[in-house]
């Protein structure tokens, strides 16, 4: 006989432990099925344990430019193997706060594989053994999985994932990145404020593509005058890997060729969605590209399964997955909550200097037709970015001419991931440029700078 619950949630990272333990909130009896660790990839293999590495790196940095804040560090220096323990220590402490989540809301945790057999049942195994489960009602938060170049697999030793690149045996001393969207750019700023050489190859036009093209530019200069060497418009023919690196062949934007000798390699080249194995192809799930199609509230094309996160459409957020878990969950115990506006959801780069966005980019704004205006303010201009010696950045917004909407917002600078969230609420609330030019912005902060961009969009920017 089957073990039957209201709800079985396949995969336990930030959309399927946030959609179980509001459906347990809800009153709904409830299963999780895991087959690694409690949080997934977010918590164990990504946001997290990246923070913290980014976070070793950005006090080293400081260590080396002691100087300009009138100290002296002798001889700075570090121990990869204490840097790496230190980030997986934050990842462990973390799962075991998911551990104490799922007990808290009376969530039964099942570990092991888990697979689709009929519609509302599912079978897990782990050791050779099989337990069998019932309910009316499964979402699949499966998430999602790097992706290989297909004339180089990763093998962890010269050519990594973001796995292997958060659990170094050595340091890289020449490192390549493929790929410059947020995780390629965070590793390479990482490993840059480490001491690495650091190369960067972008096939499209611009590196952080999904972003402002000013915020791209901007990021580009910043980087490189770090030290970095960006390629844009160009490709990696080939890897060729040895007992002491790799053989690169690049092929920049002229169409020229060239061979590099690196260390090592990231591949942040994107990423492939689970399905497979999990019983989607028996049940007739419709897919996208390997990814599930789902309406507004996490449905699938089969009654009674739903789906979530990395595995459904983009963005591919960790804040995203959970948010459609909460709604999947709400809708599933007959709630009626309202469907997510993905024009309002947040993305961050954690790199130095750090990058956040929401809503539409100036171009993708006028694309869409509207009449728009743009206000834009520099760090250079704030009084605390500049006591706190990090006066690179600004800060960018776009409005509707004709109504005042607030379509999107940039930004590119110290701590402006936490800053982002002032114009996602503004997004949420519908708020136009008067409502937020009457709001009291607190002094002296970095915060004082989105008062100023919104200023400079209708020309009243005072401090610049």
């Known amino acids: 006989m089957a073990d039957t619950y209201d709800l079985i949630v396949l995969g336990s990272g930030p959309g ?40 070793t790196s950005e006090i080293y940095h400081y260590m080396t430019h002691a100087e300009a804040y009138g100290l002296s560090v002798e001889k700075p220096g570090f121990d990869i193997a204490k840097v790496v323990k230190r980030s997986r220590g934050v990842a462990a402490q973390l799962n075991a706060g998911v551990k104490t989540l799922m ?25 050779g053994k099989k337990t069998d489960l019932a309910a009316k009602d499964i979402i699949i938060a499966t998430g999602a999985r790097a992706r290989d170049l297909p004339f180089a697999k990763a093998d962890g030793e010269r050519i990594w994932t973001y796995r292997h690149a958060m659990t170094p045996k050595e340091v890289p001393t020449k490192l390549l990145v493929i790929g410059s969207g947020a ?67 690049i092929k920049g934007k ?39 199609d789902t309406d507004p509230m996490g449905r699938t094309s089969v009654p009674g399964l739903w789906a979530i996160g990395d595995v459904t459409a983009p963005p591919w957020l960790a804040h995203k997955a959970s948010h459609e878990g909460v709604i999947a969950a709400e809708a599933i115990a007959g709630q009626h909550p309202h469907a997510m506006d993905k024009r309002n959801i947040p993305g961050c780069t954690y790199s130095r200097p750090q ?102 969009a209708y020309g009243r920017a005072l401090h610049f």
């Open 16 to 55: 399927g432990y946030v959609a179980a333990i509001r459906a347990a909130q809800l009153g709904l009896k409830v299963a999780i099925v895991e087959r690694e660790l409690l949080g997934g990839i977010c918590l164990n293999w990504g946001c997290i344990p990246t923070k913290a590495l980014l976070r």
């Open 183 to 249: 995780i390629g750019v965070e590793f390479a700023s990482f490993y840059s404020d480490m001491g690495v050489d650091v190369t960067i190859v972008e096939m499209l036009p611009r590196i952080l593509p999904v972003e402002d093209e000013e915020v791209s530019a901007f990021m580009e200069k910043a980087l490189t005058k770090q030290g970095m060497k960006i390629f844009t418009g160009a490709g990696v023919e080939s890897l060729k890997t040895g007992a002491k690196g790799v053989t690169a062949q």
């Open 254 to 292: 002229d169409g020229k060729v060239e061979t590099t000798e690196f260390s090592h390699v990231i591949v942040a080249v994107g990423i492939v969605p689970n399905t497979e194995n999990i019983g989607l192809e028996a049940l007739g799930v419709k897919t996208t590209k390997g990814h599930i």
């Open 355 to 456: 990058v956040a966005s929401v809503g539409l980019t100036e171009a993708k704004a006028k694309e869409a037709g509207y009449e728009v205006k743009v206000g834009k303010f520099p760090f250079i201009g704030n009084g605390k970015a500049i006591a706190l010696g990090e006066a690179e950045g600004f800060i960018k917004t776009v409005f509707d001419a004709k109504t005042g909407e607030l379509l999107g917002a940039h930004m590119v600078g110290a701590e402006v991931t936490e800053l982002i969230e002032g114009y996602t609420v503004a997004k949420q609330l519908e708020t136009t440029e008067a409502e937020l030019i009457e709001t009291v912005f607190p002094h002296p902060t970095l915060s004082e700078m989105m008062h100023e961009s919104v200023l400079s």
């Open 103 to 127: 007990k808290k809301n009376k969530i039964t945790v099942v570990e092991g594989t888990g697979t689709i057999t009929g519609k509302g049942r599912l079978s897990v195994e782990k050791d």
